[in-house]
């Protein structure tokens, strides 16, 4: 998850009639009456604890989470967001920020951050500085230590296997003396995959707040010192880093590169059909050669998703070959067209070292000392920023859907549910309670009780899911503070005072113009492309100027092709802009309303300087 570590506050008055709806008084889309019976009860506004509520100022997180959530899927928001607190607020003990509040409401995740009186804040300085300060004093030992605990949880996942209970116990097990039988293996293997992915959630959060926090304390040292600096120009100063969540799309350049060297190139005129592809290739003289290295590039760099990893219907490339081929198709007719599809790294990083001597020459003494102690730690933590990424929404979650998969697959087998999937219409406490129907009615030797209940009511959810679907959700909720200074609200989220105002129809923004967070520096003219799924990615052409609600991390084999991004949500560290800026290309994060305001085909200038989406026409 790529997120923050949290927001003491949303400092400022509020103004009664500067709010959004409250979640009280807002009714539910036609046919998603009973919503909230789906849920778990402290993920939903609860009727005795309005005034509590109310008196908070929530804001969607339509970053992670753009789509409305199933129940078992909530899974990823209460482990992410639940152990981003635990750092916060139990381990690092970070003086100004505990956790986010969470909350669903119409299907939609909405955050609220936690403060910390500030009382208690002089009492947290000196124990974060010890535990914050062990970490970035070996951050490479035990960033190392990370990665073998991390593919340890992971393998361990893979280990796990969900297939349907025998007619009666192996005779090996009842002459062993063993003493249990597979359902007691089958209760313990799914809790056993729940448990590792909360560990996975926890390890996630290890390094990655501690990456924020070195970055924002660059961040506001910048400030301070140089009062005019723009927020650009403190990005650029860590830009141009060796990112392992570019490795994916680095695999795909080499396979399209490897396959015009070696005269394959035409065998990928259809890429629909990935198993016949394959096969055609093995028959080609060279082929044996990128089918090696196509094999190399999978492990792991194909656990990759199309989505976020927070949606059991992500699909991975892995599982889906046909979409990296298509990717790879892609980059093979970028070369043929004479583009270079590498990204200039070495460009980014004579810009970095620019900027950063220019504001360098005007320190001096301690001053410059602290300026570039905070610059090389900096740059030393904030590859973990997008890296982390890769690792557990991408690959842990990966691995932990598809076991998901399989189980519920078992179940549907067993007359459970009528489709392949169901199992996500239900809370992870509910399928517990399904497994041991199972298991329990296979050890009396009776029928289980569930598929008697559970196909009527997972077409009851169904329904309501699917009514919850056609409503987009409020970007916020209750009243909002008066002015947003909030650092990581900011930067992440893109949630500043003016789009704010912009969503409450009380901005000053001209017809014809979208206002968002200038995320990413320069200029771009292009017809707009508005995508909102992964799926339409094979549409986007050269010169498109990219238009969606949120980029993912998988789209960045597009990236090559687009001139400019406009998102509607995201500020300065979120993804799309830190691939914009690593691909040194403009962005305008944050716009609120860009993919549902600008039309495919629009003309529009991206003004990544001053945060300004302009339609031509």
């Known amino acids: 998850m790529s997120t923050t570590t949290a927001a003491p506050s949303l400092e400022g008055e509020s103004t009664a009639s500067r709010s959004f709806p409250s979640p009280y008084d807002q009714a539910p889309p036609a046919g998603a009456e009973g919503w909230k019976d789906l849920y778990a009860y402290n993920l939903v506004f609860q009727d005795n604890r309005r005034a509590v509520e109310e008196a908070k100022f929530w804001f969607c997180d339509s970053q992670h989470w753009p789509t409305v959530t199933k129940p078992f899927e909530t899974i990823g928001f209460e482990f992410a967001v639940g152990c981003l607190g635990q750092y916060n607020s139990r381990q690092l003990l970070i003086p100004t920020a505990n956790g986010i509040e969470y909350r669903m409401h119409n299907g939609y995740l909405y955050m609220s951050p936690v403060a910390v009186a500030p009382e208690q804040i002089e009492a947290r300085v000196p124990q974060f500085m010890e535990r914050a300060g062990h970490y970035f004093q070996n951050w490479e030992s035990l960033l190392q230590n990370w990665h073998v605990k991390l593919r340890a949880t992971i393998d361990e996942m893979e280990s796990i296997d969900f297939s349907a209970l025998p007619e009666k116990i192996a005779l090996d097990d009842v002459l062993s003396g063993k003493g249990t039988g597979p359902g ?37 040292f910048c400030k301070s010192v140089f009062p005019r600096i723009s927020d650009q120009a403190i990005a650029t100063m860590v830009q141009g880093v060796d990112m392992e969540l570019f490795r994916p799309d680095d695999e795909l350049k080499k396979l399209a590169k490897l396959a015009v060297k070696n005269g394959l190139t035409d065998v990928f005129a259809d890429t629909s059909d990935a198993d016949a592809l394959l096969a055609a290739i093995g028959g080609r003289s060279g082929g044996a050669e990128w089918l090696a290295q196509w094999k190399e590039s999978q492990d792991p760099w194909f656990n990759f998703t199309t989505g976020n990893g927070f949606y059991a219907h992500d699909e991975y490339w892995r599982d889906v070959p046909s979409t990296p081929l298509a990717f790879i198709k892609g980059y093979i007719d970028r ?104 298991v329990n009615g296979w050890m009396v030797g009776a029928p289980a009780i569930g598929p008697d209940y559970w196909p009527a009511e997972v077409e009851r959810r169904r329904g309501i899911i699917a009514a919850l679907e056609t409503a987009r959700p409020q970007p916020a909720l209750n009243t909002p503070p008066e002015v947003i200074t909030e650092p990581f609200t ?33 200029i771009a003219e292009g017809p707009a492309r508005v995508i909102s799924s992964a799926s339409q ?81």
């Open 184 to 220: 007691t293996e089958l209760l313990g293997d799914y809790d056993r995959m729940i448990a590792l992915a909360y560990r996975a959630w926890q390890y996630h959060f290890e390094f990655l707040n501690l990456g924020y926090v070195a970055y924002l304390d660059l961040f506001m």
């Open 335 to 438: 070369i043929h067209a004479g583009h270079d599809i590498d990204r200039d790294i070495q460009h980014l990083i004579v810009e970095r070292d620019r900027i950063t001597e220019e504001y360098a020459e005007l320190l001096d003494g301690e001053a410059l000392e602290t300026f570039r102690g905070k610059i090389g730690l900096a740059r030393t933590v904030y590859p973990y920023v997008e890296n982390h990424n890769f690792y557990i929404e991408h690959w842990t979650m990966g691995v932990f859907w598809r076991k998901m998969r399989q189980l519920s697959g078992v179940l549907q087998a067993e007359g459970f549910w009528p489709q392949a999937n169901d199992m996500f219409y239900l809370r992870r406490d509910e399928v517990r309670e399904v497994l041991f129907d199972y």
């Open 490 to 522: 900011l930067m992440l989220w893109g949630i500043t005072t003016e789009q704010i105002q912009n969503w409450l129809g009380e901005g000053d923004q001209v017809e014809g113009t979208l206002k968002g967070m200038a995320a990413s520096p320069g």
């Open 537 to 617: 990615l094979s549409e986007v052409q050269d010169g498109d100027i990219l238009v969606a609600p949120v980029t993912a991390p998988s789209w960045v084999p597009v990236f090559g092709k687009i001139r400019a991004t406009v998102t509607d949500i995201g500020g300065m560290m979120s993804h799309a802009a830190i691939v914009c800026r690593e691909y040194g290309m403009p962005a305008v994060t944050g716009t609120g309303t860009g993919s549902t305001e600008i039309r495919t085909g629009q003309m529009i200038r991206v003004d990544g300087n001053t945060g300004t989406v302009t339609i031509l026409d």
